[in-house]
């Protein structure tokens, strides 16, 4: 497994200002309040984005809030940088074995009807090391494709389980 290395403390305001930044949007059949439930619940993170999620603080969660994920051979250590119950999360990186200086994400969930949200997730990264010109845009585009299938797998993981409610 590669190396865990620190990154650099980004703001709030990264996942819009920094480099390489991406926003996908994806409408989801249940209402706002249970989108914010499945995202605040590690397991159902597996079955929607395929990684394992431990909370390594415990409830009730906010601003300075840990978690690690683990997936596809990579380990992240995150660090709530916003926290909006029921509408809004926002974490960094503080620790990763990507080659990444920076990376910070924002997730925010908004009713669009009784039962229906839309969610926004904006993320923002800065590469490290000299492979990054040459790995970097290909690594961003290949991130980007998941993404856009893994919040189409979370809007039918949302409108296919009850256990939220």
């Given at each position: 497994m590669p190396k865990l290395r620190s990154l650099q403390a980004v703001d709030e305001a990264f996942p819009t200002?920094?480099?390489?930044?991406t926003t996908m949007t994806q409408p989801i059949e249940r209402p706002a309040e249970v989108?914010?439930?499945?995202?605040?619940?590690?397991?159902?993170?597996?079955?929607?984005?395929?990684v394992d999620v431990e909370w390594t603080s415990p409830e009730p969660f906010g601003v300075g809030t840990?978690?690690?994920v683990r997936g596809g051979g990579q380990v992240m250590e995150e660090y709530f940088i916003a926290w909006d119950e029921g509408s809004?999360?926002?974490?960094?990186?503080?620790?990763?074995?990507?080659?990444?200086?920076?990376?910070?994400?924002?997730w925010t969930v908004e009713?669009?009807?009784?039962?229906?949200s839309k969610l926004r997730w904006t993320y923002?990264?800065?590469?490290?090391?000299?492979v990054a010109?040459?790995?970097?845009?290909?690594?961003?585009?290949?991130?980007?494709?998941?993404?856009?299938?893994?919040?189409r797998r979370l809007a039918h993981y949302a409108a296919s389980t009850d256990a939220f409610n």
């Open positions: 200002t920094g480099p390489n930044r989108v914010f439930r499945i995202l605040k619940d590690g397991p159902a993170w597996k079955e929607w984005l395929g840990t978690r690690t809004r999360m926002a974490f960094r990186f503080d620790a990763s074995t990507l080659p990444l200086t920076a990376f910070a994400e924002e009713p669009t009807g009784d039962r229906t923002a990264f800065d590469w490290a090391g000299p010109a040459v790995t970097g845009p290909v690594f961003g585009t290949l991130f980007k494709l998941n993404g856009r299938r893994s919040l």
